[in-house]
Structure formats: C-alpha cells, structure tokens
C-alpha cells in the first residue's frame, strides 16, 4: 500500500476527478500567461511562464503534457478547417 | 451460281410489286373531290366550339389553372417535407455494430454482451488515463443518462469499454467508473478480448500489444459513443459535437418508436 502511496504523491491519478481537474486549471493558467506572452507554441517562452508551468508539470502526466502542448499548436491551424468542416456538416444535416 | 440465277425472280417480284402499288395510287384521285367537303362541316363544329370559348370561360380555366398548380405545388412541398423528416433519423439499414463480448466489469464480474438485453444502453469506448475527450464524453453520457431517468426511470444502461488493456485493471476501472453515473459499469480485459470487442464494434484504438502498466502513453481511439436497442441492435453514434440534449433527444425519440411498436418502453 506504501508502493501506491509514493507513486501517488509524484503522480497525478488519472483516475481522479479532482486530479485532473487540478491538471486541466493548471494547464490553463501555464497556456493563459503564454497567450499574455504571444506565445503558440510552448516551450518558445523562455522563462517567462516559469511560475506557472512548474504547477503544470507536475499536476499533469507527462503524455498528457506533450499532448495538450501539441494540441495548443494544432488547434491555431485547425481554426479554419473545422469552422469550414462545421459548415459542410450543417449543410448534409439540412439536405 | 445457282443461288444468283434464284435470286433474280424474286428481285423481279418485288418490282412488278411496288409498280403496282404505284398504280393503285394513281386511282384515288377520283376520292378527292368528296374529301375536299369535310372542311366546311369541321369549320361549323369549330364555330360551335369558339362560342363556348367566352372570355368568361377563359378566366375560368386560367382560375382554376392556377389554382391547381398552387395546390400541387403545395402538396409536393408538404411531401417532400415529409420524406426528408423520415430520412432524418432513418437507419438505412442497420449497421452491424456490436456483437458477442465476454468481458469484466468494475465489480470483477463477467459481462457479456447478454447482460445489455432489454435495457437501452450508451456505450463509450475510452480509457482511464484518457487526458480530456474521454472524461468530458462520459460526463455528457452521464448527465443525459440521468436526465433520462428522471423520465423513464433506469431504462438507458451506461457503459465504459476500456481500450487500454495494459493499464486499465478491474480496480482502476472501479475508481474511475466511480466518479461518473452511479449505474456506468466499466468493463476491460485482455488485449485479444479487448481488441475483438472493439473490431465488433467498429472502433478503432491504437494500444500496442507490449505496452506495461507503468508506461506513460496515450490511446488514439474512435470516440464515438453508441445507442443501442433493447435487442442489443446498433440506433445511432454520438461524437463530440453532439450535446447532453441531443442525446437525450435522439434517446426519447427512439424510445417513442419503440413504444409505438411494441407497447413497452424497453
């Protein structure tokens, strides 16, 4: 039972709705300050979000991190497609 | 030879045939003449005819001309309204999604496809370490469950399939299913029975084989999630952009039909 004691301490359970919450609000804040900053991808800040992406870190699984860090940069191209998918599926909708 | 030498009379045949023919043409002439009279007795019959064509009359036919073309025109807009709420939510033919399972749930149980009889069931397939989709499906599956209980009572089964048979133990599976729907039942088991399950279902996901339990990695998965009947038949797919009220919608909708059909509503 210690085993699982000490792994939870270092890493957020997945499992948890309270965990991941607390991994989404800090992932919020970190991408907040890199917009502040007029940053898209993260990691090209420097150290200007340092305070806010230490909690990121280490409130979120480091898959989770690479995939919302990949997200961020996707969803600033994927914009314009999905508004345009959007369009073409109200358009099947209503033939 | 001899076939040319038969052939000829006959050719002369076809000939003395045809001057004939022209022959009797040139006799009718004599019939002319009485052919000539039938314009006059037609004329007095159109005479008769254009009297009863008064402008009267002719307002009365472009009237009700009119009135006619509008009044299909109309009927064929109502029918084609008709039709296209029948293509709607109109299965064209049903998919063959689902099929035999054999699996666990959160309780350590087995679970096959059987126990979804008579029931309604969602069903979403996802996994426990799933960073955002997956808990925000199950929220919106849950809510509209719920909202469909306070209708129905507990007819509509929600159900979790894990896609993540490395990491998703009876137990994680239990502390997740946890913090959804009170009745969610989550299910797992190997890869072979996991995979299997899915390829029924028509989901794809992408956990390789080896994968450990203490890996840190993500599942590329379909994210639909499925209605399916009492008969355990496949109704419809919800994605993302579908909300809590569309699914319950689409679920009350169906439940009405079904209703319709059989008298019951399971």
Known sequence: ??????????????????????????????????????????????????????????????????????????????????????????????R | MSASSLSAPSFRAIASSSRRALSARHAFPSTVPRLAKLPTSSGTRDKSAVGVFTPKAAALFAVTGAALFFYFRSEKDKLQEQRRKEKEDQVVGRPQVGGPFTLTDHKGKTFTEKDLLGKWSLIYFGFTNCPDICPEELDKMSAAVEKLDKEYGPIVQPVFISVDPARDSVPQVARYVSEFHPRLVGLTGDYATLKATCKAFRVYFSTPPDAKASDDYLVDHSIFFYFMDPNGQFVDAFGKVSTEEDVVERVKKEIARWEGETGRKV
């Open chain 1, 1 to 94: 039972m210690g085993w699982f004691g000490t792994k939870r301490s270092e890493a957020p359970d997945a499992t948890s709705r309270q965990d991941r919450q607390k991994c989404w609000e800090s992932r919020d804040a970190y991408f907040t300050c890199l917009d502040a900053a007029k940053v898209v991808k993260p990691g090209d800040e420097g150290t200007t979000c340092a305070d806010t992406k230490g909690p990121y870190e280490r409130n979120c699984a480091k898959s989770w991190i690479d995939y919302f860090n990949k997200r961020r940069v996707l969803a600033e191209q994927q914009q314009g497609v999905l508004a345009q998918a959007q369009n073409q599926a109200n358009a099947a909708r209503n």
